[in-house]
């Protein structure tokens, strides 16, 4: 099973920092990409997507560490969302994978 890190992520209404920077593991050791084509991210809630299948930058790839930097449009909406990720392999394999990150666009000026 793929686990990610951190289990909590706050970001204010509108603004576009900070980014999401999650690390993927399984078994309690990082995912190792450099076999990474793409890495795709979907955010949403039970009705509504507000990350499309967009693609994340990997920042460590035998690290496990992936990340996305929001357009404003995306978290215009506060809420509390959850995320997908996906990964695909240079030899054809797809790996789908369902996230509970306490995902938590807050109003406001301040993220508490």
């Known amino acids: 099973m793929v686990t990610v890190s951190p289990q909590r992520y706050r970001i204010v209404q509108g603004m576009t920092r900070p980014v999401l920077l999650v690390s993927l593991t399984r078994a309690g050791g990082a995912i190792d990409l450099t076999d990474v084509i ?13 990350v499309d299948g967009q693609q994340m930058d990997v920042v460590d790839p035998v690290g496990g560490t992936v990340s996305y930097g929001f357009i404003s449009s995306e978290v215009a909406e506060a809420g509390r969302y959850k995320c997908q990720i996906q990964l695909d392999f240079d030899d054809g394999r797809t790996e789908r994978n369902y996230f509970s990150i306490d995902f938590v666009i807050a109003e406001g000026r301040y993220a508490v």
């Open 38 to 50: 793409s890495v795709t991210l979907w955010v949403g809630d039970e009705f509504d997507l507000i």
